[in-house]
Nanobody
Framework: EMQLVESGGGLVQAGGSLRLSCAAS?????????IGWFRQAPGKEREGVSC????????YYADSVKGRFTISSDNAKNTVYLQMNSLKPEDTAVYYC????????????????????WGKGTLVTVSS
């Protein structure tokens, strides 16, 4: 059974940092995959924060997080991370890890349209 489990969320002051982790089980990061981070703040639509796909070489980042967030993966541990620096109150949201059955589309496509499998999310709260 495919499962994604996020961790690392919490309460942090503005300007601080957090690192989110997403441990995947039931599948492995092979040659054809996409994985990413999404977030949803209360009353707002889901936003693709950062995604990577085997179809392209670079990661996609939403404009709102460029230069502050970094996505990375450790294929040996089947884990993807989101390093979040210079956090702002507007980064407050539930952050979800997601993966797709196939990485046939580019990273920006996945971040815009979403993926097939989702974790339950981890709450990030940034205080001002």
């Amino acid at each position: 059974e495919m499962q994604l489990v996020e961790s690392g969320g919490g309460l942090v002051q503005a300007g601080g940092s957090l690192r989110l982790s997403c441990a995947a089980s039931g599948f492995t990061f092979g040659d054809d995959y996409a994985i990413g981070w999404f977030r949803q703040a209360p009353g707002k639509e889901r936003e693709g924060v950062s995604c990577i796909s085997s179809s392209d070489s670079g990661a996609y980042y939403a404009d709102s997080v460029k230069g502050r967030f970094t996505i990375s993966s450790d294929n040996a541990k089947n884990t993807v991370y989101l390093q979040m620096n210079s956090l702002k109150p507007e980064d407050t949201a539930v952050y979800y890890c997601a993966t797709a059955r196939s990485g046939k589309f580019g990273s920006s496509w996945f971040c815009y349209y979403g993926m097939d499998y989702w974790g339950k999310g981890t709450l990030v709260t940034v205080s001002s």
